[in-house]
């Protein structure tokens, strides 16, 4: 099977619904070297959750600069070697400050994200990972990380909603989404399994085109 992996993987979706977790998993079971986004380090994220209109600009470049210089370093390596899953698409970038930035920070943002959009590595799939609003709070919730408790569900259901709309209409690569809603990959080897040959079904040059 190994023969007709997809190379580059993202897995996306909506905060709360899995995305580290099937990632992590996947590059265990299939020896794959990650690219995951690193939320801890934005030092504006506490702040943010609590007022977004005050904080939104610079916790959304923040994360721009965060994810390009990911990419950079990605895109610099080796990839031909081994399988490499992400945890997030850089146009997500975009979706968020769609959602927080007034008009005038946006139009500054995008002069910023139009030019590091280019150079960045484009995946052979993307996996699109939905649930509904009550699942993602209770996921949330579980897992327990103290900046994400002050979130406002409704700027949670806009943003499901966002990914939802996104993709809907997304051409840019193969695209596989899946309803988690009652899966639990960070237990189930054999969901995960039937992820990866469905992920191998969808991207370009395998055999199951």
């Known amino acids: 099977m190994s023969s ?8 996306e979706g909506p ?7 099937v990632v992590t998993r996947l590059a265990e079971q299939y020896k794959a070297r990650t690219v995951l986004e690193i939320f801890e380090e934005n030092p504006f994220l506490a702040n943010f959750y609590q007022d977004q ?9 923040f994360f721009l600069l965060s994810r390009y210089r990911q990419q950079e370093d990605f895109a610099q390596e080796d990839l031909f070697g081994r399988i ?9 970038c975009r979706l968020f400050a769609s959602l927080t930035l007034n008009d005038h920070e946006l139009s500054l943002y995008d002069r910023m994200y139009n030019i590091l959009t280019t150079q960045v590595p484009k ?8 649930a509904p609003l009550d699942v993602l709070l209770g996921r949330i919730k579980q897992r327990g990380r103290s900046y994400e408790q002050n979130m406002d569900p409704a700027y949670l259901e806009r943003l499901r909603s966002l990914y939802n709309q996104f993709f809907q209409h ?16 960070s237990r189930d ?9 469905m ?11």
């Open 53 to 61: 209109e005050r904080y939104a600009f610079q916790t959304e470049m």
């Open 15 to 21: 905060i709360g619904v899995g995305k580290t977790t």
């Open 170 to 185: 997304y051409e840019d690569t193969p695209l596989l989404e899946v309803d988690t809603t009652d899966i639990d990959f």
């Open 4 to 11: 007709v992996l997809p190379r580059y993987i993202v897995v």
């Open 84 to 92: 490499a899953v992400s945890d997030y698409l850089f146009v997500k």
């Open 123 to 130: 995946p052979d799939v993307v996996i699109h990972l939905t």
């Open 199 to 209: 992920a191998a079904k969808c991207a370009p040059g395998t055999s199951g085109q």
């Open 189 to 197: 080897d054999q969901a995960l399994t039937n992820l990866m040959e």
